[in-house]
């Protein structure tokens, strides 16, 4: 043995099994002639390495470059070692469960060779819908336990073809232990049914689909996380259609195309939203709409953005291959209601719905809806974290106890910590009816049983009443933890960036309980992960009806201008109170007066709905920040002038930010004839010139300088953009949310580091 043979030993964490990362370290080691072996660890794997050194380098620098698409690489650490010497180079068989990592990759896209192949008439898969490789296709939805491997999949019925066998048994192929491998011969297949259950008599089950679709049909398309609802996007009737049906009267639709060229003809598409679009997790990306274009108005009414998204699976594709500009594809449930995913639940609940049914045999464990996003601020932002995306963790700055955190009620996901990793769940949604419910039940157990998580600690919202809360509540011989939402805003998008100590917290969203039992919403706390002071919030106002409040925006109306002018407001003149009854108002003016049926709330979402109603956007919604949405979406580009404003300093040293003088300014506006485009404007940036300012007011007294957004309201890209900016100009450190949603679908992390903070105390 020459003194130019060496060794080394390698260890590489992260998501680096069940994704191809042996056979890439088997072939890259060949590549440049290397010896030694490959094993699984519980953290990832094992890497013996040994030849001349700087082929050694070569492979080091490879390893870490060129890994493959579905590896997540954490960290790689390096020793000498000695050589042993070994004959050749060796994949090592994992013996034990101990060899195991707990970390599975998420679903990704149909990739790039697999897609050539598809259409490839001289490929044994062309036009197979299943097609699939190591580097991409379905793995935590078909999960069922772990390890990874195809007994534990839903690919389990399916007993591989002698081709197939021999790809799967050989490192150097594409599909080396690639668990869903299948083809026409041996795997699963698709079939078209009508509503009864009947199969549609025809030659190709995908073009008698695109066939019905093209004349207005709506097709339910079993895809990777669940059931589609598919509509031509160019057929306003089809789309019509759906929503009543689906009973969704104008949250906007997603959309699926085939390619970027077909996007560019309706969207605007910058480099950042293409990187986007093709990227493996083939989120909906929100893109500013082209006018006039061919897409059907209804698909996203009153909104400036269309969700756009490519094809993910090879079905999508084949799908999509038959000619359509662009596709409606929406979650296939009935408002409010997880989405579709065992075929027989699909036919029972969409059949009122869909007119068809495309739909297979390979069975989907885990529901997980699309994912959301967008990129606004110079970072991509999420608006829903799933598909795609879970089960990556978050790595935490800090080791942590196991806690399971149930978030909260709207947007609902689930919190699991491991060490320094933790765990956010798909989407589950909103909380509020029992089939919800039951999702987020086989969630909780489902994650714990395949990340093998054992929670020490529950924690959830200080809301008595969210099914969240009463789930914690129900589990018994658990420590419990109740955190407060906005608290729990703040320290989840700290958790994100990594911070530690206090920062000063805007906590802006429309409905959270509060620690006196009021409804906040517009918070300024001091906050680090063990405990908050609210320093400031919007002075409360009545929510006339509570809840009923939400859903019908003039009502918040009426309580911001009973707020501001007190009994006179039927003298107004205003648009909004013309369209209500005056005996009615007259009881909605009687029962702020006595406070009957008015909760408190201090909420930033709720002035919005209200600025919205008094401007004459709507008076009712039919989604959850609508109204808000609608005078963002109307707002002009810019305004020199803004709204007077004024806080008073209340009890105990809290400020208390008064509305009044806004809604007044907002008023004489709007009878002066002032546009709700310069109106919205002018109230965005009263709202960023406020709170700039109160911020500056805390670090004079506080000396802090971190400033952490969190919450709904940041969905909102003139309050977004305008805080970063203007914070920062006045040398502020800003943060806001990246990795994790901004709205309630983020908020378990940050229930889980305060109940970790709070339980080492
Ligand atoms: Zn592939
Ligand atoms: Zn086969
Ligand atoms: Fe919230």
Known sequence: MTVDYTARKLEVNG???????????????????????????????????????????????????????LAHVVDISGQSASVKPCADFKIVKSKDR?????????????????????????????????????????????????????????????????????????????????????????GPHVGL??????????EDPIKAAADFISQGRIVAVKGLGGYHLAVDAQNNDAVMRLRHRKMREEKPFAVMSADLERIRQYALVGAEEEALLVSIQRPIVLLKKKTPCAIAAAVAPRNKY?????????????????????????????TDEP?????????????GIADYFLTHNRDIYLRS??????????????????????????????????????????KNTICLTKDDKAFLSQHIGDLENLRTLDFFKLTVEHLQRILEIHPQIIACDMHPDYLSSRYANEQQRIRKVEVQHHHAHIVSCMAEHRLKGAVIGLSFDGTGYGSDGAIWGGEVLIADAGQFERVAHLAYVSMPGGAAAIKEPWRMAIGYLHDAFGDNLQDLELPVLRQIESAKLRIIAEMIRKRVNCPQTSSLGRLFDGVAAIVGIRNRVNFEGQAAMELEMLAADDMDSIYDYEWLMGAGDCIRILPAPIIRGIVKDVRSGLSIAQ????????????????CTAVRRERDLKRVVLSGGCFQNCILLNGMIHELASRDFEVFAHQRIP????????GQAMVAAAVSCL
């Not at 040994?50 to 470059?65: H, V």
């Not at 490519?310 to 449930?333: D, E, K």
């Open 15 to 69: 998501i680096v099994q069940g994704v191809g990362f042996r056979p890439f370290v088997y072939n890259l080691a060949n590549h440049y002639g290397l010896k030694g072996e490959v094993a699984n660890t519980s953290t990832g794997v094992s890497i013996h390495i040994e030849g001349p050194p700087e082929c050694i380098r070569s492979f080091e620098t490879d390893l870490a470059a060129k890994c493959p698409p």
């Open 98 to 186: 101990a060899q195991m990592s707990t970390l599975i990759s998420p679903d990704v896209s149909i990739c790039a060779d697999c897609l050539r192949e598809l259409f490839d008439p001289a490929d044994r898969r062309y036009l197979y819908p299943f097609i699939n490789c190591t580097n991409c296709g379905p793995r935590y939805t078909i999960i069922d336990d772990i390890p990874y491997d195809r007994p534990r999949t839903s690919m389990r019925h399916f007993k591989m073809c002698a081709a197939c066998q021999a790809e799967y048994d050989d490192p150097t192929n594409r599909r080396f232990h690639a668990q869903p491998n299948a083809c026409a011969a041996c």
């Open 193 to 202: 049914y009508d509503p009864r259950r009947e199969p549609v008599d025809c």
């Open 306 to 334: 269309w969700g756009v998204m490519l094809p993910y699976t090879p079905l999508h594709y084949l799908l999509l291959n038959h000619g359509f500009s662009a596709l409606v594809m929406t979650s296939a449930n009935l």
């Open 339 to 351: 989405i579709a995913i065992d075929n027989q639940d699909a036919f029972e609940r969409l059949a």
């Open 369 to 410: 809806d699309d994912s959301i996003v967008r990129h606004t601020a110079g970072q991509t932002r999420y608006i829903r974290r799933s598909r795609g995306f879970v089960p990556i963790p978050l790595f935490l700055e800090r080791t942590v106890p196991p806690i399971l955190a149930c978030g909260a009620e709207l």
């Open 679 to 694: 109106i919205s404007i002018k109230f965005h940036k009263t709202l960023i010139a406020l709170f700039v300012e109160l």
């Open 742 to 749: 901004t709205n309630d679908g983020g908020i378990a992390l």
